[in-house]
């Protein structure tokens, strides 16, 4: 069974850095594209970043453009989040999703999830 175990999330103040992972377990699978999307409490989940395989094709939402870098290790079938400058609305559980399939990077049906691991942000 395929499973992605998202880690790296914790305290920190407004301006400081924290750097989230995503590790696959189980089967390799070579997922099409990878990311990072959001939740905070009582508001629907948000795209945060994406990366296709090739690490070529990257977005980032708006709001954290900038700020944050997301990367890929396709041997490991991992990806990370370097969140720099964070701000208290960045607070939310930051969730790893993966999809074999070609998807848009901001597609919120993917196939693959974590159970999330929360970032909060103190001002």
């Known amino acids: 069974q395929v499973q992605l175990v998202e880690s790296g999330g914790g305290l920190a103040q407004a301006g400081g850095s924290l750097r989230l992972s995503c590790a696959a377990s189980g089967r390799a699978i070579s997922y099409a594209v990878m990311g990072w999307f959001r939740q905070a409490p009582g508001k629907e989940r948000e795209f945060v970043a994406g990366?296709?395989?090739?690490?070529?094709?990257?977005v980032y939402a708006d709001s954290v453009k900038g700020r944050f870098t997301i990367s890929r290790d396709n041997a490991k079938d991992a990806v990370y989040l370097q969140m720099n400058s964070l701000k208290p609305e960045d607070t939310a559980v930051y969730y790893c999703g993966a999809d074999t399939r070609p998807l848009s990077l901001t597609h919120n049906g993917m196939t693959y999830w974590g159970k999330g691991t929360l970032v909060t942000v103190s001002s």
């Open positions: 990366i296709r395989r090739s690490g070529a094709g990257i």
